[in-house]
């Protein structure tokens, strides 16, 4: 049973605002939500978490809506370099330590 | 200060073979965790150990597959008798004290094994 829900693949622009929606129906009360982005050839690097409300930093912003089943990770005027693959991630519901992956969203910046 | 440390970056070995992979985690962090990530997938959970103990081995292989972090030293992630569907991308992450699936990983940038 997955855990999140993302889109696969996403096209943008250089220079536009990007909106990646993830799905998380059966968040745990406890669950923070962790976004995660990955570079081919490298691992993944942490980006953002957040439990409601919104989160910004200096590389993105985290909309988390009061019900909490849903998360939208914003890149604003995303460059060339921020093509790689975004991972959406909930806390496993019994306690584990371990994070699980989905398959990602892999976004693709058009000159 | 550095970042989470594997080696080697690249191993290849034959069938039948061993393959031995490092991590060395962030300064100040005592939990690890290894991930092996198969082309166009994410990352897949295989163990956690904090300092001389397995927390979790739930995604681990129950068979050719161990794992370890000694009191000093790296950990490492030893594979025996390797076959090819071993080959993949194997990250291993740290955490802080706390640890908990709520606690940001850092990741290293992982040991790409091949196996001919």
């Known amino acids: 049973l997955a855990k999140t829900t993302q889109p696969i693949s996403m096209d943008s622009y250089e220079g536009q605002e990007v909106n990646i929606t993830c799905s998380h129906n059966?968040?745990?009360?406890?669950?923070?939500i962790t976004w995660y982005q990955q570079f081919p050839s490298q691992g993944p690097r942490f980006i953002i978490q957040g439990y409601k409300t919104k989160v910004t930093n200096e590389v993105a912003s985290l909309f988390i809506p009061a019900d909490r089943k849903s998360s939208t990770l914003s890149l604003p005027r995303v460059s060339l370099s921020d093509t790689a693959v975004y991972y959406c991630l909930v806390g496993d519901e019994d306690g584990a330590n371990n994070l699980f992956f989905g398959t990602g969203t892999r976004l693709t910046v058009i000159p | 200060n550095a970042g989470v440390m594997q080696n080697p970056r690249h191993l290849v070995r034959r069938r039948g073979q061993e393959a031995r992979l490092r991590c060395s985690p962030m300064k100040g962090h005592s939990h690890v965790y290894w991930y092996r990530q198969l082309p166009e997938e994410g990352l897949k959970f295989m163990v956690y150990l904090q300092k001389e103990n397995i927390i979790d081995e739930s995604g681990m292989p129950k068979e050719r597959f161990s794992a370890e972090f000694p009191k000093e030293g790296p950990s490492i992630l030893r594979i025996q008798q390797v076959v090819r569907g071993d080959s993949a991308a194997y990250f291993c992450?740290?955490?802080?004290?706390?640890?908990?699936?709520?606690?940001?990983?850092?990741f290293g940038d992982g040991t790409r094994l091949s196996i001919l």
């Open positions: 992450a740290s955490s802080t004290d706390t640890g908990g699936s709520n606690q940001p990983q850092h």
């Open positions: 059966n968040i745990a009360t406890n669950d923070y």
